[in-house]
Antibody
Framework: EVQLVDSGGGWVQPGGSLRLSCAASGFAFSGDAMNWVRQAPGKGLEWVAYISGSGTTKYYADSVRGRFTISRDNAKNSVYLQMNSLTAEDTAVYYC???????????????WGKGTTVTVSS | EIVLTQSPGTLSLSPGERATLSCSASQSVSTSYLNWYQQKPGQPPRVIIFGTFNRATGIPDRFSGTGAGTGFSLTISSLEPEDSAVYFCQQYGGSPPYNFGQGTKLEI
C-alpha cells in the first residue's frame, strides 16, 4: 500500500524550532518529488516546500524561505522539514504529499499524509 | 505569481442537484496543470481531477472538469450527501511551483 506517515508536530514557543518527518512506503521513493503543504486552522491550503527525487532541487514559499529547510534521505524513504524562527502564523496542520507526473505532462499531488499539527504559542 | 480565485465561497444544494464550482486564474494556465482536490473535515485533501479534464482513480463519473486559459470549473452532475466537502483548485508551474485557490465549501 502506498502510504505517507507524517510526524514531529507539537507545541513550540515563538522563535523556536521543530523538525517534521514524513515516512514513505509502498513506492519507489527516490524517484518522486515531495512537497509539504500546510493548512492553518479554518483556512485553506498553502504550499510550503518542494524537493526533487534526487534532493538537488528545492523550492520554498516566500512565507517560509530562509526559515524552513526541506531535505530527504532516500535510504530511509523519508522527507523532512526543518522549521526555525517559528511564529504564530506558522501554526497549522502540515501535510507531506507526493508529486505525481504521468508522462511528465500532468503534475499534481496524488498521495498525502494524514498531517501533523504544529502550534506556535507562548 | 498566478492567483487562483474560487467562487462561490459556499454553495448549498440538495441531493440530486447539479453543482458548478469555478476557479479563475490571474494569468493563463495550461490545461495540463490545473487540478481539483476534495477535502472532508479531519482528512487530508485528495485529488479528484487532474489536468483540467481527467478524473483521478476511483472518482465517480458524476465529477467532471473543464476549462481553458483563465477560467476553469468543476461540475458534480447529481449530488450525493458524501460530496459535502471543501473543494480546492490548484495550478502547477512557475514560481511557486504549486498554489491553491482559497476553496469552495459545498454543503449538501
Amino acid at each position: 500500500e502506498v502510504q505517507l506517515v507524517d510526524s514531529g508536530g507539537g507545541w513550540v514557543q515563538p522563535g523556536g524550532s521543530l523538525r517534521l518527518s514524513c515516512a514513505a512506503s509502498g513506492f519507489a521513493f527516490s524517484g518522486d518529488a515531495m512537497n509539504w503543504v500546510r493548512q492553518a486552522p479554518g483556512k485553506g491550503l498553502e504550499w510550503v516546500a518542494y524537493i526533487s527525487g534526487s534532493g538537488t532541487t528545492k523550492y520554498y514559499a516566500d512565507s517560509v524561505r530562509g526559515r524552513f529547510t526541506i531535505s530527504r534521505d532516500n535510504a530511509k524513504n523519508s522527507v523532512y522539514l526543518q522549521m526555525n524562527s517559528l511564529t504564530a502564523e506558522d501554526t497549522a496542520v502540515y501535510y507531506c504529499a507526493r508529486e505525481d507526473h504521468p508522462a511528465r505532462y500532468y503534475y499534481y499531488m496524488d498521495v498525502w499524509g494524514k498531517g501533523t499539527t504544529v502550534t506556535v504559542s507562548s | 505569481e498566478i492567483v487562483l480565485t474560487q467562487s462561490p465561497g459556499t454553495l448549498s444544494l440538495s441531493p440530486g442537484e447539479r453543482a458548478t464550482l469555478s476557479c479563475s486564474a490571474s494569468q493563463s494556465v495550461s490545461t495540463s496543470y490545473l487540478n481539483w482536490y476534495q477535502q472532508k473535515p479531519g482528512q487530508p485533501p485528495r485529488v479528484i481531477i487532474f489536468g483540467t479534464f481527467n478524473r483521478a482513480t476511483g472518482i465517480p463519473d458524476r465529477f467532471s472538469g473543464t476549462g481553458a486559459g483563465t477560467g476553469f470549473s468543476l461540475t458534480i452532475s447529481s449530488l450525493e450527501p458524501e460530496d459535502s466537502a471543501v473543494y480546492f483548485c490548484q495550478q502547477y508551474g512557475g514560481s511557486p511551483p504549486y498554489n491553491f485557490g482559497q476553496g469552495t465549501k459545498l454543503e449538501i
